[in-house]
């Protein structure tokens, strides 16, 4: 009897210490741990980790998608001062879990009321550096309509956690300490070069104190501040002083061919692309059903054809100096935005001769978006937008899964976001893995470019249906997503640009 006593007892004792382990455990999140880039509530995929815990934090006070997905913009826009910035232009996707809809906006970059075909005469470096070059910025309109419409917390919220690292400084991250090493210049020499002369180390201190100023002036004064007074008085100065200047400048399928088709409509997909020009005017043929059987019925399985088979109007630049960022909120509303400021390259050129893009009376660095309109001069219009590859991209599924994603990488953006998509949903690869596999890219010449470690057999086996396969030695591709399937939150911001996630 004792016995059995005994082992009730200790039966029970054991009972209490399980529930008060599991309440402990439950309260304080305990055992619910969850392993890296996966999340209960709500993430941010942005490039910079710094950036993707701003948008989080955002969320945590009450923040709409929206808002977290603006202020990890405007902190990326320091973090990452070589990939966007409010001098620059996005696109943004936005999914309203209530409403079940989607809207775009679009607030890229706008050629000026005084742009003209002639406006670069014969010179094709004009049209890539140098004040005319830069296109109006769109990004603060942009966030101003995204926050108008769906913004839960005060405009100034935003840029705060942005105006404190301004201001205070934060560690140069390796992303922007690699881009620098590689492309040392005086506008950096400004921001980012220590009194040594030497570029700044990884995990230096870096400050903003001019576009914190900036920062505070848009946050309080409203986006009008950017657009009208003395701080649209200053940019203007300082762009005009810029146009002065002359510069010298798995799969069980037949693998080979699923492969073949994928680059076969990718090289159709680049093509038709060229149609476009401003997406305003053509945009219905890129997405309709009868449109796309067309194009499918002329993929050949058994060879691969020359460039004027697939009709390109013309050859599109490659260009690159853009960040993504995705968000899914607590409410399962979600944003994708994609934001640029182009080429950094012939950004460095300039700043060379005297520091023109980098405005150094609002510490605001500007577009080249121009040279966007597909290195043609004559193709400049007065209120025109220059296409671009950006593809910020919400999916929802029939039974409400979403995936929130998008890229950066110029040319290779459509590609990286397509193959990613494709590698999760088709062949069932994790959103890591399915972002980290190594991509197939078809440039404008077409010619067939594999990033390192792509499989073998696959290589071999386009080649033996006549593709042209050359190396490139440096991909761009980065690629940032979060995705929510019932309770259960993915987000994988590219680990191709040292990129960390952050949510709750
Ligand atoms: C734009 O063109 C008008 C008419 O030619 C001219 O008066 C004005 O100064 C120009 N503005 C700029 C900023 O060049
Ligand atoms: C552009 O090139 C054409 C033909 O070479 C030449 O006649 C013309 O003067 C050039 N225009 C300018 C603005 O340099
Ligand atoms: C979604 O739409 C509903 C209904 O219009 C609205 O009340 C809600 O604020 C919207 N949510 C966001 C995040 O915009
Ligand atoms: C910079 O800081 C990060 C985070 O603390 C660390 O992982 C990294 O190794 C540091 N890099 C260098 C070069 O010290
Ligand atoms: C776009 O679609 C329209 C209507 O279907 C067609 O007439 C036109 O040729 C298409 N444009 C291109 C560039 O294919
Ligand atoms: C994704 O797949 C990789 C490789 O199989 C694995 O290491 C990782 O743990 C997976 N991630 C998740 C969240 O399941």
Known sequence: VNMVKKTVIVALMMLVVAAVATFVGVFFGVGKRKPPNEYFKAAVAADAGLCSEVGRDILIKGGSAVDAAIAAMLCTGLVNAHSMGIGGGLFLTIYNATTGKVETIDARETAPRNATQDMFGNSTDLSLTGGLAIAVPGEIRGYE??????????????????????????????????????????????????????????????????????????????????????????????????????????????KVLTYHRIVEAFRFAYAKRTLLGDPKFLIQNMTSDVYADALREKITDDTTHDTNYYEPQFILPENHGTTHISVVAEDGSAVAATSTINHYDSMVLLCRFGGAIYSSRTGIILNNELSDFCG???????????????????????????????????????????????????????????????????????????????????IDGLKAVGHKITHWKYFFNVVNAVEKEGGCISAFSDIRKMGQSAGY
Not at 423 to 452: C, Q, R, Y
Request: proline share 5%; net charge negative.
């Open 145 to 254: 309509m995204a926050h108008r419409r769906h913004g839960k917390l005060p405009w100034k919220d935003l840029f705060q956690p942005s105006i404190d690292l301004a201001e205070k400084g934060f560690p140069l991250g390796r992303a922007l300490h690699i881009w620098l090493l590689k492309h040392q210049s005086l506008i950096i020499t400004i921001l980012f070069c220590g009194e040594d002369g030497d570029v700044r180390k990884e995990n230096e201190t870096i400050m903003f104190p001019k576009l914190a100023e900036t920062y505070r002036k848009i946050a309080t004064e409203g986006p009008n501040a950017f657009y009208e007074g003395q701080l649209a008085q200053n940019l203007v100065a300082d762009i005009a002083a810029a146009g002065t200047m002359f510069i010298d400048l798995e799969l069980t399928e037949n």
């Open 376 to 458: 043609r001069a004559d193709a400049v219009k007065a209120g025109e937008q220059p296409p671009s590859s950006m593809t910020p991209v919400i999916l929802e599924s029939k039974s409400g899964r979403i995936l929130v994603i998008g890229g950066s990488g110029g040319s290779l953006i459509t590609t990286a976001v397509a193959l990613s998509i494709m590698n999760h949903l088709w062949l069932g690869m994790n959103l890591t893995e399915a972002i980290s596999a190594p991509i197939v890219f078809v440039d404008s010449k077409n010619n067939v470019h594999f990033e390192p470690l792509f499989d073998k057999t696959v």
